[in-house]
């Protein structure tokens, strides 16, 4: 190799590195410009959702699932017919008289992701897929003044505990507009 192959060997590598290091950058800085939640509205509610996530809104509410495309749901609605503590043991009726498979309260009581919240835990098999799969589920019920509200949470056993502080972080959000 000559001394001159040698030297455009080392350009060729040269503009080859600083084009890696441009674009290296370049998705650096529009990671860092994205928005990472936005607000969605639907009718009086409101709620911080991460940007990724897909939303449909409705006159009942909010219905949320993640980027990932996997079977997690949130909903967000107003509900009546109760007040706060009665909904989270009418919610555990409902699932009952739904049959879902092999329903199993895991908890309820209060809640610390909202002043004096509610909130019911429970497992159950959806057997809609081809392969019936564990899920769980997690509603939270408050009052914001006359007004109570649900926030539902479920999703597949295995990725329960990666959305759970998304959930919970959304729940925290939520308002109610007068």
Do not use: C, N
């Not at 043991?89 to 498979?101: F, N, P, T, Y």
């Not at 098999?125 to 009052?143: A, T």
Request: negative net charge; proline residues 6%.
């Amino acid at each position: 190799m000559t001394a001159q192959q040698t030297k455009r060997f080392g350009d060729v590598w040269w503009v080859l590195a600083m084009g890696v290091v441009a674009l290296i950058v370049g998705v650096v800085i529009e990671a860092s410009a994205r928005p990472s939640e936005r607000t969605v509205t639907s009718g009086s509610l409101s709620a911080v959702v991460p940007a990724g996530w897909l939303v449909t809104s409705d006159l009942d509410g909010l219905q949320l699932s993640d980027e990932f495309g996997s079977t997690t749901e949130v909903s967000i609605s107003i509900v009546t017919g109760y007040p706060t503590s009665g909904q989270a043991a009418a919610a555990g009726e409902r699932h009952a008289a739904q049959g879902l498979v092999l329903y199993r309260l895991l908890s309820q009581g209060a809640t610390d992701l909202r002043p004096e919240g509610t909130t019911l835990s429970y497992a159950f098999v959806d057997p809609l897929p081809d392969v019936p799969q564990p899920k769980l589920g997690r509603e939270v019920y408050w009052s914001v003044g006359a007004t109570v509200v649900s926030a539902r949470l479920i999703a597949a056993a295995d990725d329960f505990g990666r959305v759970e502080p998304v959930f919970a972080d959304i729940v925290r959000s939520v308002e109610v507009q007068p």
